[in-house]
């Protein structure tokens, strides 16, 4: 079926039809205005409960192509993730190198503890602000703060002198991986084409472990040199000077130029977003969008934030849009990985890994794989299946590390003392585990959750990512709060065995409660937590969607 003839199917007319009519991506069944129907051309029975406008109701030529206009829009913008992950990850080098240049004694564990979680508080508040912040003033603007906020922060950092600035500074750090862990997504997402969103946001993830790589090596490489944790934790500012001044040639979000009513700025994004679109295909998508736009504009005049957000807890699909969206965040956080990603040289240093940062530059590679990988099947495998699969792979990965340790500290009491020469088999073994744990994190909780945005319907995505992005920081508070003291209190061995018993729990929610939302619009989204969490009614609505493009490619071969 064509475009033109798909839009035609929509009785557009003017902006104020796109406004009132109900079906599919907003727009009424002209056989049964107002009422449940079924649409062909969209494949799913509308609720007359939604009046969402579908982006996905017009597939322009070549959109399953991402231009190389697109890729570099993208790539720019994925830069302030390179930081999210470099700013989380440069700490672990750190905390191993520092030694006692923040006071008259090396850093005890309560110290590294509020050090570390400092950032992450910084980002909780953070990713509060950004997402409503970043409607009102422009998801590009909110990037560039971010940005003004990674170099501040890393300059601070390499000047300080006390224990208390330092945690002042990574303070400042964490304002900025706060808001870029929620604006940057929203912003790639915009500004990809519709049927590209999920792997093009994805490239995020991948920029943030790739952070994390680079955040390693830098640490490992200055290792020994004096002073060298200064330079490790200074050289943020580097790429966040680049991405800022990158920022200029950047345009804003086709949804924020339109709010702005700068249409023909945004038709000329669009133009540049679908290349290969004839003119016909151009002008559907930014009636669509317009459409779209303007009825988040109505919500905005009509409502308040105290009313958005309690549709957000009263509406049964919104709720059940944000149980899944700020479960699936607390679940990335409650399996552990970050205090790894934190405290992996630290970890590795107790148990006799002569480089530290060297062995825990291993696990951010095999992080920064695993994500890789995540790119290549999180829309043709689907967000479910891959949760599914990789769950049962956390917590096998976690209890066997968790035997490890117990096997590795016996002639120690269970605990952890530097300097020790453990069993290298043992020792061996626990790093073994941390690779294919982290692998089944990258291919799954460290990606999925970061989809959250198509959980939401347009007038609550800006209160439902930043309330999303918040769990999962209050949660990385929480983990990286206590990691240190944890493995003091219950051994390592009781510690990683209680992230294998939240991932077990994480494993049954994900089976459950989480549909495949993979494909799907807004809408359809919507309809399918409608009444429940919609496990079956998502795999039918997939697989009515592929009968039916299946149905028109024959079609269109026998033509």
Not at 82 to 107: E, K, N, Q, R, W
Not at 221 to 239: E, K, S, T
Not at 431 to 458: C, D, H, K, R
Not at 518 to 533: Q, R
Request: charged fraction near 15%.
């Amino acid at each position: 079926m064509s475009t033109s003839n798909r839009f035609s199917a929509l009785q557009v007319s003017s902006d104020s039809d796109l406004d009132t009519k109900t079906g599919p991506g907003g727009l009424d069944s002209p056989d049964s205005p107002g009422t449940p129907y079924e649409d062909d051309t969209i494949g799913i029975k509308a609720s007359t409960v939604r009046r969402e406008i579908d982006e996905n109701v017009v597939i322009a030529e070549g959109e399953e192509k991402v231009t190389l206009y697109v890729w570099a829009l993208v790539t720019t913008a994925a830069v302030a993730g390179l930081l999210f992950g470099y700013d989380t990850g440069v700490i672990s080098g750190t905390l191993v190198s520092i030694g006692s240049a923040l006071g008259p004694a090396v850093l005890s564990s309560g110290q590294k503890e509020l050090i570390t979680s400092a950032t992450t508080l910084g980002a909780l508040l953070g990713g509060l602000a950004a997402g409503l912040s970043s409607d009102w003033i422009g998801r590009k603007m909110v990037i560039a703060v971010a940005n003004v906020i990674f170099i501040a922060g890393a300059v601070g950092q390499a000047c300080c002198h006390t224990v208390w600035s330092m945690i002042g500074c990574r303070f400042v750090i964490g304002l900025g991986v706060g808001v870029a862990s929620c604006v940057v997504p929203l912003y790639i997402g915009e500004l990809s084409p519709t049927v590209m969103r999920g792997r093009c946001v994805t490239i995020n993830v991948v920029a943030i472990t790739l952070g994390q790589v680079i955040a390693y090596a830098i640490g490992a490489a200055f290792a020994d040199v004096h002073n060298g944790w200064r330079w490790m934790v200074g050289l943020g500012a580097v790429p966040a000077g680049i991405d800022l001044i990158g920022l200029i040639w950047l345009p804003e979000s086709p949804r924020i130029l339109l709010r702005n009513k700068k249409v023909t700025e945004a038709e000329s994004v669009l133009r540049k977003m679908y290349a290969q679109a004839t003119p016909a295909q151009l002008e559907a998508k930014l009636r669509v969008l317009e459409a779209s736009v303007e009825q988040s504009r109505e919500v905005i005049r009509t409502t308040t934030v105290w009313d958005r957000t309690r549709s957000m807890l009263v509406v049964g699909a919104n709720r059940r849009a944000l149980i899944i969206g700020c479960g699936l965040q607390a679940f990335q956080q409650l399996c552990g990985f970050n205090s790894l990603m934190y405290y992996s040289a630290t970890l590795f240093k107790s148990v006799g890994f002569d480089n530290s940062t060297a062995t825990g530059l291993i696990i951010a590679a095999t992080n920064f794989l695993g994500t890789v990988l995540a790119l290549k099947i999180v829309d043709p495998v689907g967000r479910r299946r891959i949760m599914v699969w990789t769950a049962p792979g956390l917590v096998i990965s976690l209890i066997l590390a968790s035997i490890s340790f117990h096997f590795l500290t016996m002639s120690t009491g269970g605990v952890l003392v530097d300097g020790t020469d453990y069993p290298k088999k043992w020792s061996a073994l626990v790093l073994v585990f941390m690779i294919t744990y982290t692998m089944s994190y990258a291919t799954g909780l460290g990606n999925v959750p970061w989809q959250q945005g198509e959980l939401f319907t347009l007038e609550v995505r800006g209160l439902g990512t930043s309330l999303c992005t918040a769990t999962n920081w209050a949660m990385n508070l929480v983990i990286s709060a206590t990691f240190l003291s944890l493995m003091e209190a219950i051994t390592p061995a009781g510690a990683f065995g209680v992230y294998a018993g939240f991932c077990f729990i994480g494993w049954l929610f994900c089976f459950f409660c989480y549909p495949e939302t993979s494909g799907l619009s807004l809408e359809e989204t919507f309809y399918v937590f409608e009444n429940d969490f919609g496990i079956k009614r998502s795999q039918m609505l997939r697989a009515e969607k592929q009968s039916i493009k299946q149905r028109h490619q024959q079609q269109a071969d026998r033509v």
